[in-house]
């Protein structure tokens, strides 16, 4: 790994996860958030053995970092959770594995991993967005309530000897997924407060796509070439795409890199360096349909942004639809509080949150 110099960053204090969650994986979140009660029975199921047993597997067959043992990972973790005022400092370890991947997983003590390729992969700034974006996992609690979601799918799938609950469950399994491809996008952002270097976090995802000969890429190209992947010329093109996002958690590395990189021009990085971010104590007082409202205005900016001829075809039905949603919304209790004060932060499942 090449070592760059280290430099000040701007520390996050009290910064709530809402703050870098995409709109529709933030109102998806707030909504769980409100199922306290299964939320506690999981927490006490998954994590009497499946915790242990997955703490004690890289105990033995990983190497966790330390002062003693990848100390500049350490310190990195270190920094990482000092820029995003983390609760607490999860462990890490280094596998040795092929495949380039990092995941934070665990529950009552969640912990990254990274595997050994990833990190002979990334530079010292690149490793350190790495890691953010999984202290983002972390802080957002994305796991926890995956597998909330995972457990129900599993329950369901009974059904699926009967073609019409089979229906409703593709549906689910739809929605499921697209916010999986969501959460991935918020901790892109979250990777990127943490190591607070916009064109670290490019490589990452270049890297991701096209291995270590970043000297061989461009940031302006492999846009372009998300431009190209977003307007393809015709209608099948289009049904293509969506065929092939099916069974897939992770948003494509083209997307991935322009989601990131429009975030990062377009006001909000800089305005929560600045300061002006939601922080975590108020985050007891989110509202459900203010959320979903966000999410919804997300989706159609958008529609509107994009070229696709699919989703020009469909983008006046679409934003009918939404707008349908949003009136049903503030009709039945939208925007009623929460009022248990508990925001989901910080907790973590047996599930991995795979960079």
Avoid at 208 to 221: F, N, P, Q, T
Avoid at 340 to 350: A, Y
Wanted: glycine content about 8%; proline content about 4%; hydrophobic content about 40%.
């Amino acid at each position: 790994m090449n070592n760059v110099p280290d430099r000040s960053r701007v520390r996050l204090p009290d910064i709530s996860s809402r703050a870098y969650e995409h709109p529709a994986d933030r109102s998806a979140l707030v909504a769980l958030r409100k199922l306290t009660g299964f939320d506690a029975i999981l927490r006490n199921l998954a994590g009497l053995f499946g915790d242990r047993s997955l703490r004690l597997t890289y105990l033995a067959s990983a190497v966790r970092a330390s002062e003693q043992q990848f100390p500049h990972l350490y310190q990195m973790l270190l920094d990482g959770c000092y820029v995003l005022d983390m609760p607490r400092v999860p462990e890490l370890y280094i596998s040795q594995d092929p495949y380039v991947n990092a995941m934070a997983i665990g529950m009552d003590k969640p912990f990254i991993v990274l595997t050994s390729s990833m990190v002979e992969l990334m530079d010292y700034e690149e490793i350190r967005t790495v890691i953010g974006h999984e202290l983002g996992h972390v802080l957002s609690g994305h796991a926890v309530y995956r597998t909330m979601l995972l457990h129900l799918l599993r329950l369901a799938a009974r059904l699926a000897l009967f073609p019409l609950a089979w229906v409703g469950l593709r549906a689910v399994i739809w929605g499921l997924e697209e916010w999986f491809r969501k959460s991935e996008l918020s901790c892109d952002r979250a990777g990127l407060l943490a190591s607070q270097d916009v064109d670290a976090a490019r490589r990452v995802l270049m890297k991701m796509a096209a291995g270590a000969h970043v000297d061989e890429l461009s940031s302006d190209a492999f846009l372009e070439q998300a431009r190209e992947y977003d307007a393809v010329p015709d209608l099948r093109e289009s049904v293509i795409k969506l065929l092939q996002m099916e069974g897939t958690t992770h948003p494509f590395a083209v997307v991935r890199f322009a989601e990131l990189d429009r975030w990062a021009r377009e006001g909000d990085y800089e305005s929560i360096l600045a300061g002006n971010y939601p922080r975590r104590s108020e985050d007891g007082s989110t509202s459900v349909g203010d959320e979903f409202k966000s999410a919804a205005k997300s989706y159609q900016d958008s529609w509107s942004r994009s070229a696709d001829p699919l989703i020009g075809a469909v983008r006046g039905v679409a934003g009918s639809a939404v707008g349908a949603g949003e009136r049903l919304m503030n009709r039945f209790g939208g925007g009623r509080r929460d009022d248990s004060g508990n925001n989901g932060n910080n907790d973590n499942d047996n599930d991995s949150d795979d960079d």
